[in-house]
């Protein structure tokens, strides 16, 4: 079955570590985002790759930081440089090349805590 | 500068009630619009809207697309309990090389009473 995954499903982590969160898909999907969602608000996002070997900074990409080496695979590191880094995250991939339109998948989503 | 915004910001309604969400976006080369449903964790597909004025329909639920003013809304009839959740809208961009770009917004939080 095709899809998206994410890895852990939670992670805790002393304030200092950097951690790296994962996020695999087999659809194909050429653009791959992270998000981070706080309580009360909405999905923010961190980084978004359209294509292998290229990635964006998104709106709050400050002590984040990606890789794209593979279509597949799109790992976000959270540093010691996030000042609060305890949130939901959630990767997202789009945009089958062959398809027009297609709509986004999510994982389900990585609960990091800092403790 | 990319945007999409979603009113209200919450709502609480009684199970029956009869609900409409609104989506407003200003993005460039725009490609569709999409609606989303989270209750807990991942959010859920439920609309993609690329057409003005076409309704899609799924149940109780239903969405339209207006490109000219710039808006979408979702209409959710009879609402039940397990309507509750925060409704997300997004609206997909078109990047030259093929791939798209997603804008959410900051969601709608529905409460159905019971």
């Known amino acids: 079955d095709g899809g998206i995954t994410q890895s852990p499903k939670y992670l805790f982590r002393k304030e200092g570590q950097n951690v790296t969160l994962s996020c695999e898909q087999n659809?194909?999907?050429?653009?791959m985002y992270w998000y981070r969602q706080d309580p009360g608000q909405g999905l923010r996002l961190i980084y978004y790759?359209?294509?292998?070997?290229?990635?964006q900074k998104g709106d709050i990409a400050e002590g984040y930081s990606v890789s794209r080496e593979k279509k597949e695979s799109f790992p976000l590191t959270v540093t010691s440089a996030q000042k609060n880094p305890t949130a939901f995250y959630l990767c997202?991939?789009?945009?089958?090349?062959?398809?027009?339109?297609?709509?986004?998948?999510f994982g389900q989503g990585t609960r990091l805590t800092v403790v | 500068e990319d945007k999409v915004v979603q009113s209200p910001l919450s709502l609480v309604v009684h199970e029956g009630d009869t609900v409409t969400l609104n989506c407003s976006y200003e993005?460039?080369?725009?490609?569709?619009l999409l609606w989303y449903k989270q209750e807990k964790k991942a959010p859920t597909f439920l609309f993609m809207l690329?057409?003005?004025?076409i309704e899609k329909k799924s149940g109780r639920l239903s969405s339209i697309l207006d490109k000219k003013e710039l808006f979408s809304i979702l209409n959710i009839t009879a609402t039940q309990t397990g309507d509750s959740a925060v409704y997300l809208c997004?609206?997909?961009?078109?990047?030259?090389?093929?791939?798209?770009?997603?804008?959410f917004g900051t969601g709608t939080r529905l409460t159905v009473i019971p």
């Open positions: 790759s359209q294509i292998v070997n290229d990635f």
């Open positions: 659809l194909n999907h050429d653009a």
């Open positions: 993005v460039t080369n725009f490609r569709s």
């Open positions: 997202a991939s789009s945009g089958d090349r062959e398809q027009l339109n297609t709509e986004a998948f």
């Open positions: 690329t057409s003005s004025g």
């Open positions: 997004a609206v997909e961009k078109y990047i030259a090389g093929g791939a798209n770009n997603l804008f």
